[in-house]
């Protein structure tokens, strides 16, 4: 089999990592003898937004549709396309349209990586985050009213669904599951979001019910965040709304070194739309055009989409490349090197 991925760089550091990726998923493919068709695309740009008032063509969805993944750098920048439009009117659209509604996000202490967390070792921070990813509090429903009075008013809603809240429950409960501690994390904050919350909550005891080798613990999203930094090694897999998801896959890789190294899956589980799989982080434009920017997120986020296409042997010598040359260098600025994107990337590529 053939698999079709889109290549989708977007701005910034998106098009500087972007190169590294391909290059480690040939060298792997190469070596496993997996046939990857890539269609590269430029649009889903802010470039593509100042050339034709458009973040992405009006038949994105028939283009995207046959791929059978999505390899996607980041969009955002320059300041001139403000970050809503960037966003809603490209990542959003694919997680949405394509009902990706699992965000999964490993999260994981290196050796050869200085912990910002003092006397942390490897093995005492690896968990994953598991975000829902089309609805909560990410939504546009709502809008301003007396706009620009001093009685201006403004609604936004978060929306919960059952079908919603339990598909990605299940499939947090099923994966702590397969894990060694078998442990999940309900993030919540049915204390001062008094409605939704206490019915999140009342999900994961419900579909829980199917899963009674799993042990739950539902912790607020505040003490939640202050135990990543305090705890970490308490985790196994964390289940959480689009909000809270967010917030805590930035925090976690933050406390592992570098956000630099995060991964991300924007899984749609049944297969019947192309999932789509890219770094944490942004554009970057701090660092932009100086090919400084660590390409191990996007890296890895290539292993991840491997993994999901069933090629875990492919996705496990990737992983063992980024792990030896995160030891033996060479780092890029953000991990205390001096190492340009593409040395790094070379060095992972040549290891495979
Ligand atoms: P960001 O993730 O782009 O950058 C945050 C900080 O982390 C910066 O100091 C940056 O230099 C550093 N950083 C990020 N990736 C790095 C890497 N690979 N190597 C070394 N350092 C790295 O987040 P920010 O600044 O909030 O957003 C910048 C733009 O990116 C905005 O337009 C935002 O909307 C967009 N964005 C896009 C995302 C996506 O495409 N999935 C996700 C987050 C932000
Ligand atoms: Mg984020």
Same mark, same amino acid.
């Given at each position: #089999? @053939?698999?079709?991925?889109?290549?989708?760089?977007?701005?910034?550091?998106?098009k500087e990592?972007m190169?590294?990726?391909?290059?480690?998923?040939?060298?792997?493919?190469? !070596?496993?003898?997996?046939?990857?068709?890539?269609?590269?695309?430029? /649009?889903?740009?802010?470039d593509?937004?100042?050339?034709t008032g458009?973040?992405?063509?009006?038949?994105?969805?028939?283009?995207?549709?046959?791929?059978d993944?999505?390899?996607?750098?980041?969009?955002? /920048?320059?300041?001139?396309?403000?970050?809503?439009i960037?966003?809603?009117?490209?990542?959003?659209?694919?997680?949405?349209e394509?009902d990706?509604?699992?965000?999964?996000?490993p999260?994981?202490?290196?050796e050869?990586?200085?912990?910002?967390?003092?006397? !942390?070792?490897?093995?005492?921070?690896?968990?994953?985050?598991?975000? +829902?990813?089309?609805? =909560?509090?990410? @939504?546009?429903?709502?809008g301003?009213?007396?706009? =620009?009075?001093?009685r201006e008013?403004?609604?936004?809603?978060?929306?919960?669904?059952?079908? $919603?809240?339990?598909?990605?429950?299940?499939?947090?409960?099923?994966?702590?599951?397969?894990?060694? !501690?078998?442990?999940?994390t309900?993030?919540?904050?049915s204390?001062g979001?008094?409605?939704a919350?206490? /019915?999140?909550d $009342?999900?994961?005891?419900?579909?829980? #019910?199917?899963?009674?080798?799993?042990?739950?613990?539902?912790?607020h999203?505040?003490?939640?965040?202050?135990r990543?930094?305090?705890?970490?090694?308490?985790?196994d897999?964390?289940?959480?709304?689009?909000?809270?998801?967010?917030i805590?896959?930035?925090?976690?890789?933050?406390?592992?070194g570098?956000?630099?190294?995060?991964p991300?899956?924007?899984?749609?589980?049944?297969? #019947?739309?192309?999932?789509?799989f890219?770094?944490?982080?942004?554009?970057a434009?701090?660092?932009?055009?100086r090919?400084?920017?660590?390409?191990?997120?996007?890296? /890895?986020?290539?292993a991840?989409?491997?993994?999901?296409?069933?090629? @875990?042997?492919?996705?496990?010598?990737?992983l063992?490349?980024?792990e030896? @040359?995160?030891?033996?260098g060479? !780092?890029?600025?953000d991990?205390?090197?001096?190492?340009?994107?593409?040395d790094?990337?070379?060095?992972?590529? +040549?290891?495979?």
């Open positions: #089999k @053939t698999y079709k991925i889109a290549a989708i760089a977007g701005d910034g550091i998106g990592v190169p590294e990726g391909l290059r480690v998923l040939d060298a792997v493919s190469r !070596r496993f003898g997996i046939h990857l068709a890539f269609t590269p695309i430029d /649009w889903a740009s802010c593509h937004y100042q050339k458009q973040m992405m063509p009006d038949d994105w969805r028939e283009q995207l549709q046959p791929m993944a999505i390899y996607f750098g980041a969009v955002g /920048w320059p300041a001139t396309v403000p970050d809503h960037s966003l809603w009117g490209s990542l959003l659209k694919f997680r949405r394509f990706q509604y699992i965000n999964l996000r999260v994981r202490l290196f050869g990586v200085p912990c910002p967390l003092a006397g !942390r070792k490897p093995g005492d921070i690896d968990y994953l985050v598991v975000r +829902e990813n089309t609805e =909560g509090e990410y @939504t546009n429903l709502g301003v009213m007396y706009a =620009g009075t001093d008013i403004v609604i936004q809603e978060s929306v919960y669904s059952r079908f $919603g809240a339990d598909r990605v429950l299940k499939y947090a409960f099923e994966l702590s599951q397969q894990r060694a !501690r078998k442990h999940l309900v993030a919540t904050k204390n979001i008094a409605i919350m206490p /019915w999140w $009342g999900r994961a005891d419900e579909v829980g #019910k199917a899963y009674p080798t799993v042990t739950v613990d539902k912790q999203i505040d003490i939640l965040s202050a990543f930094v305090l705890q970490p090694d308490r985790f897999v964390v289940v959480a709304s689009n909000l809270f998801g967010d805590l896959s930035d925090l976690g890789p933050a406390t592992t570098t956000i630099g190294l995060a991300s899956a924007n899984l749609n589980p049944e297969r #019947k739309f192309p999932s789509l890219e770094p944490v982080h942004g554009s434009p701090d660092i932009a055009g090919n400084i920017a660590n390409p191990v997120a996007m890296i /890895w986020s290539g991840l989409m491997l993994q999901f296409l069933g090629h @875990t042997d492919a996705h496990d010598a990737i063992r490349a980024i030896r @040359t995160l030891i033996e060479p !780092r890029t600025p991990l205390g090197g001096t190492a340009t994107t593409t790094m990337g070379r060095a992972i590529a +040549e290891l495979i």
